[in-house]
């Protein structure tokens, strides 16, 4: 008998029960069973993702109906990062208690609700409502899926799994984009709302069962090695920083894409072209991060670096030189998370669902405050002084991302 309640037998190697986060062992391909958890934690982030995207892009129809100014819209999005915020970080302690499966399915029934909420709106007070409730269930997504994620996927492919699980948010904007055209357009903006609160309930039900990941209930086992907390503040800093830049380019760039004299047809092909590329670098980067470094808090700093220059182009270019600097912010300046979140599992292992709530808690709160610092600089100072103070975030983020690197108590140790 193991001290983990195994039995040897016969030189097989012994199989505990499933520590919070830990990976699994001897799991050296990705086999139908894995797909299935990815798929599942994309459609859930996706879901989760898309509620204040979908609002920013239906707000010019919802106005046909009923009163809702850019204050409105301004409160519905606020709120939704507000409540993501300030329910992450205890979200780790609910993931213990409830479960990954019964978390991943209640944030995308919440999601669902919310979109439901969404589609019978006849006041901006219940689009504040709407976004209440999805902020509650966006809150819990990403630590969650970070430790299913460490706890399913072979070191190998984790990179990857990370990198596409990030892709859900690039694609939740293409999502909202998409629907323009094809249901707001010809058969009412509601319809929107009601076709992805159905995709949401559906995918809350197909959430497969996990072998590994949460355990729910009981007490945590002993952290061994357990990292200072002072490197997680710095890092948490970092994506707030990072993340008031990087919530910058889907709100503004076709504002100043057409303050700068693109069409409007022109600005809209831009952004979607530019959630193409997040989404391509976000699995790239990903795939490249296949566990054979401790982390890659480092590479990440460094794409935040060049998507500053990105802002910087933003800042100063003509037409041409605009959008080679919107291609560059979205591929590397809002393509780091994925990096990100799988440096966080690898060093936090043990407790890696309470680590990312609290890294999460920092990106809602840069995506809450981003957009309203660069709207006021923009209307005092213009578009040019706005992405300049867009670009230093950037550049500070990094910085931070690289003392965070730097932890003194794994120091010479591989996660």
Do not use: K
Not at 27 to 48: K, N, Q
Not at 88 to 100: E, K, L, T, W
Not at 210 to 225: D, F, I, N, Q, T
């Amino acid at each position: 008998m193991t001290r983990d309640g195994g039995t040897a037998r016969a030189g097989r190697p012994v199989v505990g029960r499933p520590v919070v986060g830990r990976p699994v062992v001897g799991r050296p391909v990705v086999g139908r069973y894995e797909w299935s958890v990815v798929a599942a934690t994309v459609f859930c982030t996706i879901s989760a993702a898309v509620p204040p995207f979908l609002v920013g892009v239906l707000a010019v129809h919802m106005r046909d109906d009923f009163p809702f100014t850019s204050v409105h819209l301004a409160m519905s999005v606020a709120v939704y990062y507000a409540v993501s915020a300030a329910m992450s970080v205890p979200a780790g302690r609910i993931a213990h208690r409830y479960g990954a499966r019964r978390c991943l399915r209640g944030a995308a029934l919440l999601a669902g609700i919310s979109l439901g909420v969404l589609a019978v709106a006849g006041n901006w007070q219940l689009v504040l409502l709407a976004q209440f409730v999805a902020g509650a269930g966006n809150s819990v997504i990403q630590p969650v899926v970070g430790s299913v994620l460490n706890a399913t996927a072979p070191v190998r492919y984790r990179g990857a799994a990370f990198g596409l699980n990030q892709s859900a948010i690039p694609l939740s904007t293409l999502f909202a984009a998409l629907l323009i055209p094809s249901l707001s357009l010809t058969v009412g903006w509601r319809w929107c709302a009601a076709v992805l609160a159905a995709e949401a309930i559906v995918v809350a039900f197909l959430v497969p069962r996990l072998r590994s990941a949460v355990p729910r209930g009981g007490p945590r086992r002993e952290r061994r090695g357990r990292p200072s907390p002072g490197p997680l503040l710095l890092l948490a800093s970092g994506t707030a920083v990072g993340s008031m830049a990087a919530t910058n380019l889907p709100t503004f760039l076709t504002t100043s894409a057409v303050e700068a004299g693109m069409t409007v047809a022109a600005a809209a092909g831009l952004q979607m072209a530019g959630s193409v590329v997040c989404i391509l670098v976000r699995i790239s980067a990903g795939w490249l991060g296949d566990g054979r470094r401790p982390e890659y808090f480092r590479p990440a700093a460094a794409m935040l670096l060049a998507g500053g220059v990105g802002y910087v182009f933003l800042a100063t270019g003509p037409v041409w030189l605009l959008t080679i600097g919107a291609v560059v912010a979205f591929g590397l300046g809002w393509g780091w998370s994925g990096l990100f979140n799988l440096s966080v599992a690898l060093r936090y292992g043990d407790d890696v669902a309470h680590a990312i709530g609290i890294t999460q808690a920092g990106v809602y709160a840069g995506a809450m405050s981003g957009p309203l610092l660069f709207g006021v600089v923009f209307e005092r100072f213009g578009r040019d002084a706005a992405w300049s103070v867009t670009a230093l975030l950037a550049f500070a983020a990094a910085a931070l991302l690289v003392l965070g690197a730097r932890d003194p108590a794994r120091r010479g140790v591989r996660a």
